[in-house]
């Protein structure tokens, strides 16, 4: 690799000749480990014409170079870093840099010390991993994606690829959501009624910004999505919990006030409560009575191997009460960050200038990919794929459970990617990870979906990235480990 020309420069307050400043920024760059052994230096015309000196002093310095090993000499090629040249040294600094601002005043708000849990990134090289939200590599379509991707490299697409949208989206991609996703889930929508947002979390995030303040209370479910309960705590809104049953949210467990809901009415995170069709218009009639809002996240729909899903309660809403939120991110892949909002134009309007002032929009190369991988039918293919296999997956999670004698808490009407479980009374989760982690074993402690002061004994288990012959093994260990904690 050739070091950049731009990065020598020769200093104002530097003692000696030119030579000699050239030999010493040189050997300092090699000694502080910026320049690599093999990296080629720039032609001593290049890097002459750059510094303002003649070549011959470049050349001087060099040579001078060469001799004493920093640099080695290649016919025809120029000058490199020598394979001899002195090793940077290997100590830490002697005396740490000093920070001078005192960062507990500087700070005006805090973002960290949530409840969202940290991920393992390294979550593929566990043999059985039971971990939420990630992508099996067997089952995504590696080829018809890169397909698209190029695709949408073309001179065709070069203005989608390169265009500030500003607070627009790509609008192949906001036709097909329009036309073909929200009417399997009852919904229909304008195009002004549809908003692009990084992932589903982002639609969340500019949902409260948007709809919330100190004064206002949202309520929750308890247990809830981690990363809402984050977000509602930047929004420093008032928060009333309400705690799920068997069929999700009750109505009745609403406070007498409350200015927006936020539920997960189809698949409930992450007890996979599904609400029935009589509790959503209930819940929609006690929102008419408070004069609330409704934020319906409709995570996991399309994985329904089970049985079709019940319509969305935004699909019941008549008065335009309901804002929906919808993901590709957890059907194509995480890293996609790609989601949706879908509400009346008033509200959509506001979360379209607050995302313009923050991030602008989602990248016009990603929504143009996405917009070929979905009407081209790839997705559809892909989502049939994933619910057959993800069916087997969990026949022989719940058999291996069955056979353990493990106590499930909630297991999905439709099907969805995972299992809520409760350990038995006194068993820390948390514990159980640690215990369960160098067995090759990877769960998901439940106490984050609670907040702070949860109950411990909760996990969920997803099947989505682990294949069927390794479940029945996992599950051995995990009960395993489990006896020896009780």
Known sequence: MAIPVESFFLRPEAEGTLQAQIQAMIAE????????????????RRLAAHLGVSRITVTLAYTELQANDYLQSRDRSGYFVSDNAPEPPQFAPSAPRRDGVDWARALGRRYTGGTTPEKPQDWSRYRYPFIYGQTDPGLF???????????????????????????????????????????????????????????????????????????????IETPCYHALRDILGQARCHLAEVAVDGDGLPPKGLPDRADVIFCTPSHQAPTNATM?????????ARAREMD????????????????????????????GRVIYVGSFSKSIFPGLRLGYLVGPEPF??????????????????????AAYFLSLGHYD?????????????????????????????????????????????????????????????????????????????????????????????GIGLLAEELRKMT
Not at 304 to 317: A, E, I, V
Not at 348 to 356: G, K, N, Q, V
């Open 276 to 284: 029935p069709l009589g509790r959503r218009q209930a819940l929609l």
């Open 292 to 319: 609330a809002l409704i934020v319906e996240d409709d995570y996991e729909f399309e994985i329904s191997f089970l049985r079709s899903p019940l319509p969305s309660l935004k699909s019941l809403d008549t008065d």
């Open 141 to 219: 379509d590696h080829a018809n994606w890169r397909h698209c991707a190029l695709r949408a490299l073309g001179t065709k697409d070069f203005q989608a690829l390169t265009a500030d949208y500003y607070d627009q989206d790509d609008p192949k991609l906001i036709e097909f959501i329009a036309r073909h996703t929200l009417p399997r889930r009852g919904i229909l929508a304008e195009p002004g009624e549809i908003l692009l947002t990084m992932g589903a979390q982002n639609a969340l995030w500019l949902t409260a910004q948007v709809l919330l303040t100190q004064r206002r209370t949202a309520a």
């Open 29 to 44: 760059g090699i000694l502080s480990g910026r320049f690599r052994k093999g990296e080629k230096l720039p032609s001593s």
């Open 381 to 473: 293919s892909l989502i049939r794929k994933m619910g057959q296999v993800f069916a087997k997956r969990r026949r022989a999670m719940e058999d291996a459970l069955a056979a353990q004698g493990l106590g499930v808490a909630g297991r999905g009407v439709f099907g969805g990617s995972s299992i809520w479980m409760r350990a038995p009374e006194g068993v820390d989760t948390e514990a159980l990870d640690a215990r369960l982690r160098p067995r090759g074993v990877l769960i998901e402690p439940g106490r984050p979906f609670f907040g702070a002061w949860g109950p411990q004994n909760y996990y969920r288990l997803a099947y989505s990235s682990i294949p069927s012959e390794r479940i029945g093994d």
């Open 348 to 369: 959509i309007r506001e979360a379209r200038a607050l995302r313009a002032s923050v991030l602008r929009h989602p990248p016009g190369h990603v929504q143009r990919t």
